[in-house]
T-cell receptor, first 113, second 111 residues
Framework: DGGITQSPKYLFRKEGQNVTLSCEQN?????MYWYRQDPGQGLRLIYY???????QKGDIAEGYSVSREKKESFPLTVTSAQKNPTAFYLC????????????FGEGSRLTVL | GIQVEQSPPDLILQEGANSTLRCNFS?????LQWFHQNPWGQLINLFYIPSGTKQNGRLSATTVATERYSLLYISSSQTTDSGVYFCAVEGRSSSASKIIFGSGTRLSIRP
């Protein structure tokens, strides 16, 4: 079935370590996104990519990095520079902006000890 | 950038009641979606509705793009309707070409 797969679902890391969250989609979507959600809060945009080898910062990009080497994949690295990395991370994809719906993966819950 | 406001922030209802959730946005949009976030965190697509009215069972939505708001109606609420409802918009101007979420409405349906 077509969809978006995020891994891992749960991740524990020590403070100061970089962490990479995986996001893969087989919907043939051009655009992909990473959002962060803190408890009881809404979704905030970290990075988004409209096309392979191109991406833009969202509202809270500091301390994060991404790559878009393949259409299907948009991994997110939470670096040691991110001051408060414990959160729920959601990946999404859509057809080109203005052309269709946004669909989400099941999320990755990161806890930094 | 574009601002998205949802109201009310919290809503507690008895099973069987009807509810209306509102989403206001500050600029012209290419599209608007409504999502339901379940207790496990999964975001479920409810409606893709840049304008007009759509219905799906007990749920319906209306977007009035010229007045910059959208409404989500839930009729005959069930406990499984509990969760957080988000609207998300894609701004039309080049400086707002990304999808922004409102802060959500937390709905609790009591049996």
């Amino acid at each position: 079935d077509g969809g978006i797969t995020q891994s891992p679902k749960y991740l524990f890391r020590k403070e100061g370590q970089n962490v990479t969250l995986s996001c893969e989609q087989n919907l043939n979507h051009d655009a992909m996104y990473w959002y962060r959600q803190d408890p009881g809060q809404g979704l905030r945009l970290i990075y988004y990519s409209q096309i392979v080898n191109d991406f833009q910062k969202g509202d809270i990009a500091e301390g994060y990095s991404v790559s878009r080497e393949k259409k299907e994949s948009f991994p997110l690295t939470v670096t040691s520079a991110q001051k408060n990395p414990t959160a729920f991370y959601l990946c999404a994809s859509s057809p080109p902006l203005g052309a269709g719906e946004l669909f989400f993966g099941e999320g990755s819950r990161l806890t930094v000890l | 950038g574009i601002q998205v406001e949802q109201s009310p922030p919290d809503l507690i209802l008895q099973e069987g009641a009807n509810s209306t959730l509102r989403c206001n946005f500050s600029d012209s949009v290419n599209n608007l979606q409504w999502f339901h976030q379940n207790p496990w965190g999964q975001l479920i697509n409810l409606f893709y509705i840049p304008s007009g009215t759509k219905q799906n069972g007990r749920l319906s939505a209306t977007t009035v793009a010229t007045e910059r708001y959208s409404l989500l109606y839930i009729s005959s609420s069930q406990t499984t309707d509990s969760g957080v409802y988000f609207c998300a918009v894609e701004g039309r101007s080049s400086s707002a070409s990304k999808i922004i979420f409102g802060s959500g409405t937390r709905l609790s349906i009591r049996p």
